[in-house]
């Protein structure tokens, strides 16, 4: 994890007391608290799932947000989208969100970009992160950052959400990748979003603290329990499955490395 050298790497009074009940709970401690502290984290997307997942972690104590999200807020983003409200329309979700979490979090720092991540700028954002955790709209960006993420080593933390369905995955060092599991031809010229198939404002929240909580057990105990295995929830039944996931020999981006 890097620190940068203007920043205390303990944790002040202050900030002890705003996470009080976390460090209080069993198997969660002050050293998990300070890796939260120490971790730099890049949130793809603003939407229904950025929102809520980059607020999560804002206010359990991570330390360095990025966002990054070309949008503009609309009204039909208001629906789900909780970080949002009527006034916000016309301005970048990007900017709105960061303001948010650092009126929710002095201690943290938050930078957001207001660009489309793409070839350009896609190594720059990715390569120095302790973890990424996408939550875009479409398969291009998620193809280019589980590739980037792959090159540079970065785990990476996905999650989707439409209809009533939501998927979760974490790709971490030598395990399978999103193009192990979705191969590319079969979705490159798909769009995944809500503004075609619809959304419940529930489900985006439901896959987005699903990812923030695991984010969390990442960053501050290091675990793993989603890496190769896909998390699937369907929010009629309400049922959830874990499947495992293999390798797959042919995918592009698993060979490259
Ligand atoms: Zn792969």
Redesign the pocket.
């Known amino acids: 994890m890097t620190n940068p050298l203007d920043m205390d790497l303990e944790l002040s009074d202050e900030e002890m007391h705003l996470y009080s009940r976390q460090i209080l709970l069993d198997g969660w401690d002050i050293e998990a608290q300070e890796k939260l502290k120490l971790a730099n984290v890049l949130i793809v997307g603003c939407g229904g799932i950025g929102c809520t997942t980059a607020e999560l972690l804002a206010r359990a104590g991570v330390g360095q947000i990025t966002l990054i999200d070309a949008d503009t807020i609309e009204m039909s983003n208001l629906q789900r989208q909780i970080a949002y409200v009527e006034e916000n329309i016309g301005f970048y979700k990007a900017e709105i969100l960061a303001k948010r979490l650092q009126q929710i979090n002095p201690h943290i720092r938050v930078e957001s970009q207001t660009v489309k991540l793409d070839e350009s700028n896609a190594e720059a954002l990715i390569s120095a992160q302790d973890l990424v955790l996408d939550g875009c709209d479409n398969f291009t960006t998620r193809y280019l950052v589980n590739q980037t993420c792959?090159q540079f080593n970065v785990p990476l933390i996905s999650a989707s959400a439409i209809g009533f369905q939501g998927q979760l995955f974490m790709v971490e060092g030598e395990s399978?990748?999103y193009?192990?599991l979705f191969p590319k031809e079969q979705h490159a010229n798909e769009n995944l979003r809500c503004a075609d198939s619809g959304v419940l404002a529930t489900t985006p929240n439901v896959m987005a603290s699903l990812q923030a909580h695991h984010a969390l057990l990442y960053l501050g105990l290091g675990k793993t329990p989603l890496k190769q295995k896909l998390m699937l929830w369907d929010g009629l039944s309400m049922k959830q499955r874990l499947l495992a996931f293999e390798?797959?020999t042919d995918?592009p981006?698993?060979q490259a490395r």
């Open positions: 792959k399978a990748c193009e192990c390798k797959d995918c981006i698993c």
